[in-house]
């Protein structure tokens, strides 16, 4: 499969990338600073786009590939970029009809304590420090109601990306954090990009929002 993918160099975007080239598939990496892309294979065509300069670039790109992927994230204070970043990918891929598979953020996802609350509303869950992502984030999973016409999917990481192996083990959700052993939401880079990958070669269809997180049984003491 031919895959366009976004914010090739970030951390989500990276295991996605070695993730899609470890199960055969073509990827095109687009990335504001290709040069970070040096170690990845020759095989791997790459190219430096502003995705809000050059949304015309956007759709040829998307036309010319079978699926698209967005792991973009704004630097820290652009945060709300991320909306119009998105916007530009969805009108490319009705334009284009292409598929396209989103990283969301997990500010609109419940907790799993029946409270009610999400991530973002919850007091005190948030340190101040990523409220803004957060709230940009949430903005980000509301634009998603404005393309009923568009086949996105958008897979939300659990509260906490950390580093990490890749296990290939994770459970799948909606539209609730799924906790770890210990009550803390969690995943790998390595293993968002796998589930990521997952998705695409599943080809399920699309207008879902879904997440994912480690369900591990506790150690033994």
Not at 66 to 93: N, Q, Y
Not at 151 to 173: D, F
Request: net charge negative.
């Amino acid at each position: 499969m031919k895959i366009v993918l976004f914010g090739a160099t970030g951390d989500v975007g990276t295991a996605t990338l070695h993730e899609a080239l470890k199960r055969g598939h073509s990827v095109t990496a687009i990335a504001r600073n290709i040069h970070k892309l040096a170690n990845v294979p020759d095989s791997v065509a790459r190219e430096s786009v502003d995705v809000l300069a050059k949304p015309d670039r956007v759709a040829e790109l998307m036309a010319s590939h079978d699926v698209a992927v967005c792991a973009l994230r704004p630097i820290s204070g652009s945060e709300s970029l991320l909306v119009e970043m998105s916007r530009v990918l969805l009108d490319a891929a009705r334009q284009t009809k292409a598929p396209i598979y989103l990283t969301g953020g997990a500010a609109s996802l419940k907790l799993a304590d029946n409270s009610e609350h999400t991530v973002l509303s919850a007091p005190d869950f948030l340190p101040d420090a990523v409220r803004p992502i957060a709230e940009a984030c949430a903005k980000q999973d509301a634009l998603f109601d404005q393309y009923d016409d568009v086949q996105w999917t958008c897979l939300r990481p659990p509260a906490m990306l950390i580093e990490g192996p890749l296990t290939g083990q994770y459970v799948r959700g909606t539209d609730t954090l799924i906790p770890d052993h210990d009550g803390v939401a969690r995943i790998s880079y390595a293993d968002f990009g796998y589930a990521m990958v997952d998705l695409i070669d599943a080809g399920n269809g699309g207008q879902q929002r879904l997440t994912v997180g480690y369900q591990n049984k506790a150690e033994a003491a």
